[in-house]
């Protein structure tokens, strides 16, 4: 068995890798940790857990001391200590955050607005994309997981970018959030009546995922990639959609990106490129890993148009944490994932 901890346990992503957990066959929860809530039962934090789940929170060196891999669900800019710990203790560190996620330190500094505090770890550190990085992720001591919209943009497009059925150079992504999406935490636009029957885009031109999808997109195109993305929030619990466009390459059709992305995506377990004609849609992912792909066209303006869907908080997050985590400990990649999304 292996020992799980979660630090931020409290937050959204956390207590989501929780509940995913709690189905695990392979993992025992071996601590959780919270510094607001600290020696109270998580239960009494999340009441859909009681009866299930109620241990106490604890101090996070509790759940280092105790875990083989650790789960950092935190805000960015707090995690190096607590991976730097892990490290030192031989757990894998899986950071939910954006601390672990850009190559390049200048980068994280003009998005993040703050600096690497112990660089050498960075270089231990590979992102989490599970399906473009299984081997690396396979003896990774610390892995950044992706960001919920990067999941969706880089999955949506790599058989397109590394197929060249696309031209790189006006790569259009509008994505849209569910408000889990944005943390447990309290801000104006999230509250009720702020958000419900409202929609509405938000930091446009100026969203932190930017430079992570462009890191992604770049490698995956081999090339520089620059992208225009607009989020948007949508009065929902969960999901992601991402509708993103980009002009055909020169005799490329949508029947042959459709058959590209079928026998790409062929083998992967929680990738589902749908039938042609069909539209991907968050309600047919929810509280499961998968990630919906659909492709569509613009003839007249010769664009293909890459409808991708997830549940922000399963492999936007918690899911894609915990597929990381068993491609590291060599479980079976679909291990304790195999929830099959509602039909309402
Ligand atoms: N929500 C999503 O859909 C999603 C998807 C992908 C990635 N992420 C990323 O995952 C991380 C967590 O997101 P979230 O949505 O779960 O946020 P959240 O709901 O705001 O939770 C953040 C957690 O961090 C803890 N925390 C805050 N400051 C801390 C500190 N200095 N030391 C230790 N713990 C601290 C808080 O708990 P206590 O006060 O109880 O300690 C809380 O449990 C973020 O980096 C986010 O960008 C989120």
């Not at 066959?25 to 600290?38: C, K, L, N, R, T």
């Not at 929170?57 to 800019?77: K, N, R, Y």
């Not at 991402?242 to 490329?252: E, H, I, N, P, V």
């Not at 042959?256 to 992967?268: N, P, T």
Request: charge should be negative; aromatic fraction near 8%.
């Amino acid at each position: 068995m292996i020992k799980a901890g979660i630090i931020g346990a409290t937050g959204y992503a956390g207590v989501e890798i929780l509940r995913i957990l709690q189905s695990h066959p392979e993992v025992q929860i071996a601590a959780i940790s919270s510094v607001s809530f600290e020696e109270q039962g998580i239960d009494t934090v999340y009441p859909n857990l009681y009866g299930i789940e109620e241990r106490k929170l604890t101090h996070s060196d509790e759940v280092i001391a105790g875990s083989d891999v650790v789960f950092g669900s935190l805000p960015a800019g707090v995690s190096e200590e607590f991976a730097q710990k892990c490290v030192d203790r031989g757990a894998v560190f899986i950071d939910m955050g954006a601390d672990f996620r850009l190559d390049d330190e200048a980068v994280y500094a003009k998005w993040y607005k703050q600096a690497y505090k112990r660089p050498e770890l960075h270089e231990k550190a590979v992102y989490g994309l599970t399906e473009w990085n299984r081997a690396e992720i396979a003896k990774a001591p610390v892995i950044g997981n992706p960001g919920c919209f990067p999941t969706s943009v880089a999955l949506g497009l790599w058989p397109a970018l590394m197929g060249g059925l696309v031209k790189t150079g006006s790569i259009v992504i509008d994505s849209k959030s569910g408000v889990t999406g944005a943390g447990r935490g309290l801000t104006q636009n999230t509250h009720y009546a702020e958000l419900n029957e409202g929609f509405a885009p938000y930091k446009i031109g100026a969203h932190r995922h930017t430079p992570e999808i462009e890191q992604t997109l770049s490698k995956m195109a081999g090339t520089q990639v620059q992208v225009v993305f607009t989020p948007h929030l949508l009065p929902i619990n969960r999901g992601i959609l991402s509708t993103m466009y980009l002009k055909f390459a020169d005799g490329a059709t949508l029947a042959r990106a459709h058959a590209a992305y079928e026998d790409f995506y062929r083998k992967e377990p929680f990738v589902r490129v749908l039938r042609a004609g069909d539209i991907a849609n968050v309600k047919n992912v929810r509280y499961s890993n998968y990630c919906d792909i659909s492709l569509h066209e613009d003839a007249h303006t010769g664009t293909l148009i890459v409808v991708a869907a997830i549940d922000n908080m399963v492999k936007g997050a918690a899911g894609q944490a915990i597929q990381n985590m068993n491609v590291r400990f060599g479980l079976p990649e679909t291990m304790g994932l195999t929830m099959v999304p509602p039909a309402f």
